[in-house]
């Protein structure tokens, strides 16, 4: 009986400080009741500060004010049994079973249910003052509070708090005053120095911010970080935390521009840039993150909005397990709506999880290098090389530093062929190849079908190359009074056939340059000029003979026009004149 009277004062007296009536069901001969998530006072009242204490204290109050002033009721049973904790510090006023109206408050029924009631926290009127009860039907809960006030300050200072003493004085000698007339009324309690300072202030507006008008508000929120920097941030991240990030205090727009970027962002190190944030990164996971990780499973499109709009402050807050099992897929699900603001911010989001998490946990797989880096080559590199000239008959002769500024050739990396040479080498010029040049420019002009896009290094005609390292050292070997090297010079010629090639828009993707690669480049064969065959006259031999020879294709000598094929030519035509009609 008492568990159905529980749950019908729990579903009508609906207030913040009074515990949250969930469901109710009946399942056999027993009966159950859900409520939000809560845990007894008694569990965890050794852990909690004065302030919390205070902060609790001040709900209780408000609730049996509420009870007395709007219900016209009484709750009949204030104690630390009927008091819960929420997750998140609030006191919640539980324990209805045996709350009555006042008119239905009479000395039969305070004697009816007080073996049921906590023992202490009956008043002494109940006894024997019959007439004081109907005058005074809110004094049996003045007396509780003040019971409960004494037991739960008992082993408490007023470091935290101003005026602790005065407000346990108040309850010992006031509150719980043998005349009923005489107590103090909870509503004069409340404005009580205990309950003024400016933490409870702040805590009160909060919790009562639908009630407040705009003007109100936007005063409260322009000045309150700077009320809040006064206060511990532990404590503030404890008692306040939820109470900020609180759906009433989003989608304010006063609290949008002046506390939200201060509460969103943690404090990472101590420059001065970051002197006006709240809270620091250890605070902020511990009390913030729990709550930022409930919000980004609300299907709000206002609050997700705000919630992206500082997600790169404290996105790095985060465990990664949380970002990929709670963040990621709700993020994935703000892609897929229909409003193009909503999509393009979560996108950008989105970008913010790579750093962290890699693109292929954000996109998926199935990725490749489509990119080429286009960035200029390194500038030449200069080589020095010092030779040590010998003399023949064993003087000493100074070191002759011959200085080569030689720009070296950077080309495209290519495989190189089985038996190749070291690819470490291809990128220098050492002296057993200077001999070589004169070869290598005669190739280059037997060969004129060359790639253009090739770098050729062509010898400068007007100081052509007069020393290389070998002949100083035979230069060396005839005179060893002086050493004289000259420094070659080349000069390298850049062709390239067409201007447009070096245009970015013009370049081509990275998979048809492999496959246009030409790896025979260096191998095209070198096809020298066909020699000439000269004969002389005193070498032919009578038309008649048997090893009659008839050279075919053999150019006529330019010096003298007569000698060659000379007459014979239209012999020869009558010759084959009939074969080519066949």
Known sequence: MRQRFYKEHLMLHRHPCILKYVASWHKGSKF???????????????????????????????????????????HNNVSNSAIYVTPDGFWKLGGLEYLCRFTELTPAYLQKTRNYRYEKAISPEEDGGKSAVLMEPSAIDQFAFGVLAEEVLRQKSDEDVPALAEFKELSKKHLQNADPTLRTKLSSVLVHPFFTHEFITIHSFLMELPLKSDTEKQDFFSNLVVELKKFPEKIVAEQLGVLLLSRMVLLDSTAQSKLLPFVLTPKVTDDNNESDLLFTLSTFKRYLIPKLLQMFCVRDAQIR??????????????????????????????????????????????????????SATVIGGNRGKLFTDGRPKKAPRLRETKVRPAAPNGASVPDVLL????????????????????????????????????????????????NPSELSVAEDEENPLETTTQDATRANSKDSASAKVETPKYSKKSIISDISELDIKNSKPMHIQKEEFN??????????????????????????????????????????GDDGWGDDLNDWGAEDAPHTRN
């Open 305 to 358: 909005l705000l919630l992206l709009s500082h997600f790169n402050s404290f996105v790095s807050a985060f465990q990664l397990d949380e970002l990929k099992q709670h963040v990621l897929p709700e993020l994935l699900v703000g892609i897929k709506d229909t409003d193009d603001h909503l999509v393009s911010t979560t996108l950008r989001a989105l970008a913010d999880l790579i750093p962290l998490l890699g």
């Open 403 to 450: 200085r080569t500024k030689m720009a070296v050739l950077e080309l495209p990396e290519r495989p190189s062929p089985d038996g190749g040479e070291d690819r470490n080498d291809s990128n220098s010029i050492s002296h057993d190849e200077d001999g070589n040049w004169s070869d290598w420019d005669a190739q280059e002009s037997a060969n004129p079908r060359a």
């Open 32 to 74: 159950f009741l859900a409520t939000e998530e809560v845990k007894p006072l008694v569990q965890v009242i050794g852990m909690q500060t004065t302030l919390q204490i205070c902060i609790g204290l001040h709900n209780i109050l408000r609730a049996l004010i509420f009870l007395h002033e709007k219900a016209l009721a009484s």
């Open 519 to 560: 790896f025979f480049t260096d191998m095209e064969p070198v096809i020298k000029k066909t020699q000439v065959l000269h004969i002389a006259e005193t070498a032919a031999v009578a038309s008649n003979s048997m090893f009659d020879v008839k050279v075919v294709g053999v150019a006529p000598d330019e010096g003298n």
